[in-house]
């Protein structure tokens, strides 16, 4: 009678399995980032296979449908939306802490601008795409209520005015719909702004 042996896989092995699939999960991750980011919209399973240079197994092997797949790249823009919004304001409290708002939020939105595109044209197909967009819409009010000079927060007309001026919307409809260049988008809300702070 002949004893089978089953031998563990030894730890160097086991370890280079498990970096090869964390590598391949980054890999997909950042072709869909890459892939949005130039304007396709909604790219299938097949594609981002093909573009991380995958199989399309091995994208299933690591996420389950297409809207985890969505979700691990919403955590990755949220990081470097985090990286923009969470840092120190450098001006004095004032009108030019506006100013220097807009500036943060005009790299803010150009930064999400494709991915705010995926989720208009397909809000049913992911949860996510929807939810985190909320998130940072209450982040921006809360934002901007804190750092308004506190006559300007108090007026609620003033408050509400300048919070659709500064959202992502309001930025969107200069840039695409009315065609302006970033400094020309920037120029036109920090003139806005000015006038509604008085």
């Not at 090869?20 to 299938?44: L, Q």
């Not at 297409?66 to 470097?80: A, K, P, Q």
Request: aromatic content about 6%; charged content about 30%.
């Amino acid at each position: 009678m002949t004893t089978v042996v089953q031998l563990k896989p030894q730890p160097e092995i086991a370890d280079g399995r498990r970096r090869r699939g964390m590598d391949n999960r980054a890999r997909i991750v950042a072709a869909m980032i890459e892939m949005v980011r130039a304007d396709e919209i909604a790219p299938s399973a097949e594609r981002v296979a093909a573009r991380a240079d995958v199989g399309l197994r091995t994208v299933f092997r690591h996420f389950q449908d297409m809207d985890s797949l969505y979700r691990e790249m919403s955590l990755v823009i949220e990081g470097e939306i985090r990286a923009i919004v969470d840092q120190p304001l450098q001006t004095p409290a004032g009108p030019e802490r506006v100013v220097e708002l807009i500036d943060r939020r005009a790299r803010c939105f150009e930064t999400i601008a494709p991915f705010r595109r995926a989720a208009e044209a397909f809000r049913h197909r992911s949860k996510f795409l929807g939810s985190d967009y909320a998130r940072l819409v209450v982040q921006l009010r809360a934002i901007l209520e804190r750092e308004l000079p506190a006559e300007v927060s108090r007026d609620p007309l003033k408050l509400e005015a300048l919070d659709l001026l500064l959202s992502y919307e309001a930025w969107a409809r200069l840039r695409r719909e009315q065609g302006l260049t970033i400094a020309r988008a920037q120029a036109v809300l920090e003139a806005a702004s000015r006038r509604i702070i008085g």
